[in-house]
């Protein structure tokens, strides 16, 4: 096993487990990373923000919903 690879193998596991850690923890919403109430309620907030409310109240969408999103998108476009 080459040095590279085995960094990799180390960088994934790594970030397997931060996401394992992340899921015990609840956010400011009161909900679960990555559950489907915590990806219902930034939904909702995505709504609202095409809807014309000021992104200041809607907040940072996180990254794993963009990644969601456009996920879903592709997924209909084939």
Do not use: C, Y
């Not at 919403?29 to 809807?51: H, N, Q």
């Amino acid at each position: 096993m080459t040095l590279a690879h085995r960094g990799e193998r180390g960088t994934s596991n790594l970030s397997r487990r931060v996401r394992k850690l992340e899921a015990r923890f609840t956010g400011i919403t009161g909900l679960v990373a990555r559950s489907d109430e915590w990806f219902a309620f930034w939904g909702d907030r995505i709504d609202r923000l095409i809807a014309g409310e000021a992104p200041e109240r809607i907040g940072r969408i996180p990254r794993e919903v963009i990644d969601q999103i456009r996920n879903q998108a592709r997924t209909e476009a084939q």
